[in-house]
């Protein structure tokens, strides 16, 4: 199987074992944090930095990151793909291995993410009965499954629905020409300010908000995590009820502790030794 191949059947796969349907997908990061056990964060990183995939072979821990950005639907095409690789185990050679390169992998990669955003059959019943497939049907994919206009140009190819001249004419399209050009640009300013959220793994600030409760964490670990100060977080905890616990110390009383017999006699004959030893003065040799 070639790695398109591979990729979409993947994708499927993966709607069909989590029942999703073939409905658009919301929220990414608490679809992937719930159905596979993965934690990620949204983080501030350089311009040119996208996302990447951690695992700590010790613990088998999985850690996905994205970047924070004003480009929601590359975003998600991000969150997407790195779900490919944990999906397909690609870690396990990623010593070797230069990810930024094409490969397989990354070409599978791809392809799980664009078959996960954007179900072939999805968009079939989606434009079911449509008045012809122009720019507006583009616009229309776009809005309705939260990709790039690329990925849903190259959707379309495959489904017979436009020509290879159309796509290629497509791919230059920008999501915000679209969303101006036909009046969802308030949506899409909207899915802007989303993307360009700092976010911290759920799993994770919820363990720490537990150990808050306990009084094993304090407030300024959770400000950490989340980004922001301490005195906001603990804001934060107070608005939603959230304290630490009060744990009851109780103090032993004194009559109830038991008898302790010390025996001093080894201590008493070490400070005797001490006091009858004569003081030695060192004196410099002659010379």
Same mark, same amino acid.
């Given at each position: 199987?070639?790695?398109?191949?591979?990729?979409?059947?993947?994708?499927?796969?993966?709607?069909?074992?989590?029942?999703?349907?073939?409905?658009?997908?919301?929220?990414?990061?608490?679809?992937?944090?719930?159905?596979?056990?993965?934690?990620?964060?949204?983080?501030?990183?350089?311009?040119?930095?996208?996302? +990447?995939?951690?695992?700590?072979? /010790? =613990?088998? $821990?999985?850690?996905?990151?994205? #970047? @924070?950005?004003? &480009?929601?639907?590359?975003?998600?095409?991000?969150?997407?793909?790195?779900?490919?690789?944990?999906?397909?185990?690609?870690?396990?050679?990623?010593?070797?291995?230069?990810?930024?390169?094409?490969?397989?992998?990354?070409?599978?990669?791809?392809?799980?993410?664009?078959?996960?955003?954007?179900?072939?059959?999805?968009?079939?019943?989606?434009?079911?009965?449509?008045?012809?497939?122009?720019?507006?049907?583009?616009?229309?994919?776009?809005?309705?499954?939260?990709?790039?206009?690329?990925?849903?140009?190259?959707?379309?190819?495959?489904?017979?629905?436009?020509?290879?001249?159309?796509?290629?004419?497509?791919?230059?399209?920008?999501?915000?020409?679209?969303?101006?050009?036909?009046?969802?640009?308030?949506?899409?300013?909207? +899915?802007?300010?989303?993307?360009? /959220? =700092?976010? $911290?793994?759920?799993?994770?600030? #919820? @363990?720490?908000? &537990?150990?808050?409760?306990?009084?094993?964490?304090?407030?300024?670990?959770?400000?950490?995590?989340?980004?922001?100060?301490?005195?906001?977080?603990?804001?934060?905890?107070?608005?939603?009820?959230?304290?630490?616990?009060?744990?009851?110390?109780?103090?032993?009383?004194?009559?109830?502790?038991?008898?302790?017999?010390?025996?001093?006699?080894?201590?008493?004959?070490?400070?005797?030794?001490?006091?009858?030893?004569?003081?030695?003065?060192?004196?410099?040799?002659?010379?």
């Amino acid at each position: 199987m070639n790695p398109q191949a591979e990729g979409r059947a993947a994708a499927e796969g993966f709607r069909a074992k989590h029942r999703l349907g073939l409905q658009p997908l919301g929220d990414l990061v608490a679809l992937i944090e719930q159905s596979a056990g993965v934690d990620v964060a949204i983080l501030d990183v350089g311009a040119d930095e996208h996302g +990447l995939t951690m695992r700590d072979p /010790q =613990r088998s $821990a999985v850690f996905i990151g994205v #970047a @924070r950005t004003r &480009h929601p639907m590359r975003q998600r095409s991000t969150l997407a793909h790195e779900l490919g690789h944990v999906t397909f185990g690609d870690w396990a050679d990623n010593s070797d291995c230069d990810w930024s390169a094409p490969s397989q992998a990354e070409s599978r990669a791809n392809a799980f993410a664009r078959h996960l955003l954007l179900p072939m059959d999805g968009l079939r019943i989606f434009l079911d009965g449509a008045d012809g497939i122009g720019l507006a049907a583009l616009s229309a994919v776009v809005q309705r499954f939260l990709v790039s206009p690329q990925i849903a140009a190259i959707a379309l190819e495959l489904a017979g629905l436009i020509d290879g001249d159309t796509k290629r004419e497509w791919m230059t399209v920008t999501a915000p020409q679209l969303a101006v050009r036909f009046g969802w640009s308030d949506h899409y300013r909207s +899915l802007q300010d989303d993307a360009d /959220q =700092r976010r $911290a793994p759920q799993r994770l600030l #919820a @363990r720490a908000i &537990h150990g808050y409760i306990e009084g094993v964490v304090s407030t300024q670990t959770i400000a950490t995590l989340r980004g922001i100060t301490s005195e906001e977080a603990a804001a934060e905890l107070r608005e939603a009820g959230i304290f630490p616990a009060q744990h009851s110390v109780t103090w032993t009383d004194p009559d109830e502790l038991p008898d302790v017999e010390i025996d001093l006699e080894a201590l008493n004959d070490a400070l005797d030794s001490a006091a009858d030893s004569p003081n030695k003065a060192s004196e410099p040799d002659a010379r």
